[in-house]
């Protein structure tokens, strides 16, 4: 059954060539290029502000971030899942202004975006709330606009993306109670529900591994002993510097 309902083919066809340029662009706010560069941004400010502080009995990576990292890691893990689950073709390729990948439903780019901007405005502690989900509102509807304008999504695969994204954080907010721990597990469970579903398949596999690294990575640096060390080791280049 065909999922068009002739909405991206009118966004399509009637956007001028300079607009469907500036959607190629506005598309990468729910890339993979752009969120993990920004999750290890928020860890490395995050520990930075940590070691700037010197108190040897906080984490290195405060359990907020590491939330939210274990959260958006397992909302990419689970849009390999749902893509290799519904298996769905995309539009014709006639319509495409860029080359996608393989399936079209749901929409990747949007879910992430919906995943990634709003694990941020539901989980950073910075600005009011109401303010951070309305411009996590605005980039998601962005995103989704942006992938019908460039023909590679119908209506019904972004509104669906918007859907499974937010239950997903509900879900996740309500499963793991802010714990990081259960956060990275929840994670690691459905990007090995992934590795499954898609079988050979190299997102599937990047979504397992990633996720264990940043598990394992997570627990190491927190080790009682390594952080002392980490924290060693900047109290002796104050001490140098000065």
């Known amino acids: 059954m065909s999922r ?5 083919e009118a966004i399509r066809t009637t956007l001028p060539q300079w607009l469907l340029e500036a959607f190629v662009a506005a598309t990468l706010l729910g890339d993979l290029l752009l969120v993990a560069p920004a999750l290890a941004l928020f860890y490395l400010v995050d520990v930075g502000s940590s070691i700037r502080r010197g108190r040897r009995e906080d984490p290195l990576c405060s359990d907020r971030t590491a939330f939210l990292i274990a959260t958006v890691f397992g909302g990419l893990a689970l849009v390999v899942l749902l893509e ?6 995309r539009p014709p390729a006639e319509f495409h202004v860029i080359e996608p990948s393989e399936f079209g439903f749901p929409s ?9 901007w709003g694990a941020l405005a539901l989980w950073l ?11 996590a509102g605005t980039v998601v509807v962005l995103v989704a606009t942006s992938r019908l304008a460039l023909g590679v999504h119908y209506l019904v695969d972004v509104v669906a993306s918007v859907a499974f994204g937010a239950v997903y954080l509900a879900a996740v907010g309500w499963l793991a109670r802010d714990r990081p ?3 990275f597990f929840v994670a690691l469970g459905i990007a090995l529900a992934a590795a499954v ?3 050979v398949n190299g997102r599937a596999l990047l979504a397992v591994v990633g996720t264990a690294v940043g598990l394992v990575g997570w627990w190491l ?4 002993a390594i952080r002392r ?5 900047a109290d002796r280049l104050r001490s140098d510097s000065t």
Do not use: K
Request: hydrophobic share 50%; net charge positive.
């Open 197 to 199: 579903a898609a079988g």
């Open 125 to 135: 502690p910075y600005g009011r709330r109401s303010v951070r989900l309305g411009v």
């Open 4 to 8: 068009s309902l002739g909405v991206m």
């Open 221 to 224: 640096v927190e080790h009682p």
């Open 229 to 233: 060390r980490v924290y060693g080791a």
């Open 108 to 116: 990747g780019h949007t879910m992430a975006a919906t995943v990634f």
């Open 84 to 89: 290799s689950v519904f298996a769905l073709p």
């Open 181 to 183: 721990l259960r956060a």
